[in-house]
Every structure is written in C-alpha cells, then in structure tokens.
C-alpha cells in the first residue's frame, strides 16, 4: 500500500502563487507515476499534471500549460510539487495526488491509470 499526503494549498489573490507537495509513504521502492488532478464544486475530477515514472516525460492540461510545473525531488517520485503561478479563480478546487506503480495502463490523463489518491488540499483563489 502507498499513502499520499498532499500540503501547500490555501488562499490566495488572483496572479498568486502556490506550491502544492505531495508526499508518497509504504510500498516506495519502486519509481510511480504521480499526478495532479482537480475538482471544483459541481464539476467533474479533472487533470491537471502529470510526472512519467521514468522522469522523462510531463504532461499537463491545456488550461494549466504555461503556469503551472510539476516536478520531482528524486528518482522514485516519492516526493513531487506542483507550482502554480499565475492562478485564476478558476484554479479554485480540491487538488488531489495520485500514483501509480511504474508506466500507467490507460494513459497518464486518466483517472482510472491511478491506484493510490490522497485525501486532497484546498485551493481557493480569490480577491
């Protein structure tokens, strides 16, 4: 089993920045592909970002390309970021982390590629 943890959400003024975390603890020995995904009130999950298992590859959505970057701090991916900059009223959502166990199935824009999803930080955007 893997636990994600994500921090760094909270309030901020529209042209803001943030930097959300998410940290991977249990089964950890092996590299995962990490994701962000997004839901706002009324409104389906969505993609936002994504970290390949082998570090050679990000993925993001268009809505988010150009302000948001997702990042690694090691090899295994047990610890990734997202910067968000730029942010807009509506980047106000739930954010939440997922991983999967090496390359994803179904593609990294999917929801149903991802096993393990954290609990999710607030992220409001607002004047």
């Known amino acids: 089993q893997v636990q994600l943890v994500e921090s760094g959400g909270g309030l901020v003024q529209p042209g803001g920045s943030l930097r959300l975390s998410c940290a991977a603890s249990?089964?950890?020995?092996?590299?995962?592909?990490m994701a962000w995904f997004r839901q706002a009130p009324g409104k389906e999950r969505e993609f936002v970002s994504a970290?390949?298992?082998?570090?050679?590859?990000?993925?993001y959505s268009p809505s988010v390309k150009g302000r948001f970057t997702i990042s690694s701090a090691n090899t295994k991916n047990t610890v990734i970021y997202l910067q968000m900059n730029l942010l807009k009223p509506e980047d106000t959502a739930v954010y939440y982390c997922?991983?999967?166990?090496?390359?994803?199935?179904?593609?990294?824009?999917?929801?149903?590629?991802?096993?393990?999803w954290g609990q999710g930080t607030q992220v409001t955007v607002s004047s």
């Open positions: 997922a991983a999967t166990l090496g390359r994803t199935l179904a593609g990294e824009r999917e929801a149903l590629s991802y096993d393990y």
């Open positions: 249990g089964r950890t020995f092996s590299p995962y592909t």
């Open positions: 970290f390949s298992y082998d570090g050679r590859t990000t993925y």
